[in-house]
């Protein structure tokens, strides 16, 4: 599936949705992670056309942190996240009684621009993506690459990719990227920069990896983990994929919630490229 045309075209179809306005019980705004947008979209379509009565989900993006500080404000009743609530959030927002709903599980990849990865560059370690990042190696040829300057591509600090990438990378989910020339902001963006480019490097789900951006293999040890290859379960960097609500859900967020955790809303995940709920322990 194609995440951009996708993503454009669910947006449209809960825009026109909102048009009829039903009753403020049958409308529901879920915000945050881009990661967890295009499968709640298509749960939200899919929870419409079920429904048997009319009803309004939009869908809005904006990354984790926005996912959290939505349902806890409650500028939405439900948020979507690609990482876990820190413990700063916990706090923060302790009147909220924040609940996580996890909806199923996604891998992040290092992912390089095509040129790149036909160049030679199919795999890296951990202390050369940390290096990269760091600043320290600032050409491909270091790597085994071509003789070209590396454009490092970070995200905003509040993003769900991000902190699972700097988890694991630097052990610090937000650690920072003295070496990055770009920060960008949704998976479709950052999508769309490495694509542009012949000498990037950055961070995103698997489920952005396309014929422009190619997913490298992590190097632990002596084993080599694929990140583009879709069989591949053994790979480093996994993080759950949810929804939040303020304390338990009620009405409209309740039932959309458990259509999500239902099997057709589990296949649903699993036919995105993500790994359902009851996949967890193979991801881990």
């Known amino acids: 599936m194609k995440i951009s045309g996708f993503f454009l075209a669910a947006l449209l179809c809960h825009a026109a949705s909102t048009q009829a306005a039903p009753a403020a019980e049958n409308r529901l705004l879920v915000m945050g992670s ?30 984790s942190g926005v996912g959290v500080n939505s349902a806890a404000t409650g500028r939405a009743s439900i948020g979507m996240i690609s990482r876990e609530i820190s413990s700063d959030e916990h706090k923060r927002f302790a009147e909220a009684r924040l609940k996580t709903h996890v909806i199923g599980h996604d891998r992040v990849a290092c992912v390089v621009s095509s040129e790149i990865y036909q160049a030679g560059v199919q795999s890296l370690s951990r202390e050369e993506i940390r290096a990269i990042y760091q600043g320290t190696i600032t050409n491909w040829k270091e790597v085994g690459g071509p ?18 990438f700097m988890r694991y990378v630097f052990g610090d989910p937000t650690a920072r990227a003295p070496g990055a020339r770009l920060v960008t902001g949704s ?14 490097v950055g961070m995103l789900s698997t489920a952005w990896i ?27 960097i996994v993080r759950p994929l949810s929804l939040v ?38 991801v881990r």
């Open 210 to 236: 396309s014929d422009e951006v190619a997913g490298v293999g992590i190097r632990e040890g002596q084993a080599v983990l694929v990140s583009n290859d879709a069989s591949q379960i053994a790979y480093p």
């Open 34 to 63: 881009t990661t967890v947008l295009p499968v709640a979209s298509l749960a939200a379509e899919e929870f419409t056309r079920r429904s048997g009565r009319e009803v309004s989900i939009t869908i809005n993006p904006g990354g």
């Open 147 to 164: 003789d070209r300057e590396i454009v490092v591509v970070d995200k905003e600090r509040h993003r769900g990719t991000r902190h699972a």
């Open 187 to 200: 998976n479709n963006e950052e999508q769309a920069k490495i694509a542009a480019s012949d000498a990037a």
């Open 245 to 282: 609500t303020a304390g338990e859900p009620a009405g409209l967020a309740r039932e959309f919630i458990e259509f999500m955790l239902a099997p057709a809303g589990q296949a649903l995940v699993e036919n995105f490229g993500y790994y359902p709920v009851a996949a967890a322990d193979r």
